[in-house]
């Protein structure tokens, strides 16, 4: 009789031994695993994790103002390249410096742009840029092209609505398919918009979108 207490005494302590044993081991584990990101999240480079606007590659495609539209950004070297507007792009986005510098829109772009602020100012398209973007109210107004900007991201309707280029602007955004179309500078507008959020296109690519031809 003693012997059989004994046997399930050793038993009951040998449960309680392996239980705890697989609890420290869990423990371990996810002291590991936290290890390991931290690690990660180290070595990653700064650019790259600082920003999530600026990693991998975004397109802009399809047709607007009576013209094709193919422009890729390279968010991680801040290089634009493509065609757009009848012309070709090259620009170059200085994320330390804040600046768009090179050609688009058959013209020289100069342009100095403040997150913070929400400001785009400079030159491009032949003319003065000066934009403010709310990013609470998503709204962008000012002036581009030589002509008053007022534009209203709604979204709720997933709606631009607005004028620019002394037309009215109306626009859908598909924020699953990311397609953009409507009507804009008097003429009909579809691009697909890829790795690229509606802020970051009016905060930065309006000027590329927005322009006329004539």
């Known amino acids: 009789m003693k012997i059989a207490s004994l046997a399930a005494i050793l038993i009951v ?47 802009i495609k399809g047709g607007a103002n009576h013209s094709p539209f193919e422009i890729t950004i390279n968010k991680a070297t801040g290089e634009v390249t493509g065609a757009a507007n009848l012309s070709g792009i090259t620009l170059k986005i200085d994320y330390e410096a804040r600046t768009i510098k090179g050609g688009a829109n058959r013209s020289p772009v100069d342009l100095v742009y403040d997150e913070d602020a929400g400001t785009l100012k400079g030159g491009a398209n032949l003319s003065p840029v000066d934009l403010t973007y ?3 109210t998503h709204t962008l107004t000012g002036a581009l092209g030589l002509a008053p900007l007022e534009l209203r991201y709604d979204p709720a309707a997933h709606r631009i609505t607005g004028a620019a280029n002394h037309s009215s602007v109306g626009l859908v955004y598909d924020e699953v398919s990311g397609t953009l179309k409507g009507g804009a500078n008097g003429s009909a507008m579809e691009l697909t918009l890829d790795n690229l959020t509606i802020d970051e296109v ?13």
């Open 13 to 59: 302590f040998a449960v309680a031994a392996s239980a705890l044993t697989l609890e420290d081991a869990g423990r371990q584990a996810n002291s590991l695993s936290l290890r390991s990101a931290a690690l990660r999240a180290a070595v990653q480079p700064q650019a790259a994790r600082g920003n999530p606007h600026r990693r991998g590659i975004a397109t």
């Open 134 to 136: 709310n990013a609470a």
């Open 202 to 214: 009016l905060t930065k690519y309006v000027f590329l979108i927005f322009a006329r031809n004539s």
